[in-house]
């Protein structure tokens, strides 16, 4: 079973950084994350998930949601098979668990799909 595992969570004080990291386990053999577009979601209390962003497969093109636009930077280390969210200029409207998924990318869109793989999700908490 695939299981990607997300880590790097915490709690800032507004203004502060985080980088998430994503890695994954259990794929077909030849098959690692590195094949995938991924992307990161969030999910706070009480609201709906939406797509922070997300990076190809092949050519490491990223694409972000425009309330993160310019304060959160998604790559991919291929050596490490791991996919990170640099967050900087953590606002409290960021607070929530943040999932890495597989996804397509449809029209500079992050777009999950049926049988796409995911993590648990990790807590990030920004307050003063």
């Known amino acids: 079973q695939v299981l990607l595992v997300e880590s790097g969570g915490g709690s800032v004080q507004p203004g502060g950084s985080l980088r998430l990291s994503c890695a994954g386990s259990g794929f077909t053999s030849g098959y690692t994350l590195n094949w995938y577009p991924v992307g990161w979601f969030r999910q706070a209390p009480g609201k709906e998930r939406e797509a922070v962003g997300c990076?190809?497969?092949?050519?490491?093109?990223?694409y972000y949601s425009d309330s993160v636009k310019g304060r959160f930077t998604i790559s991919r280390d291929n050596a490490k098979d791991t996919v990170y969210l640099q967050m900087d200029g953590l606002k409290s409207g960021d607070t929530a668990v943040y999932y890495c998924a597989t996804v397509l990318i449809v029209q500079e869109a992050c777009v999950l799909y049926d049988g796409h793989y995911w993590g648990q999700g990790t807590q990030v908490t920004v307050s003063s």
């Open positions: 990076i190809s497969g092949n050519d490491g093109s990223t």
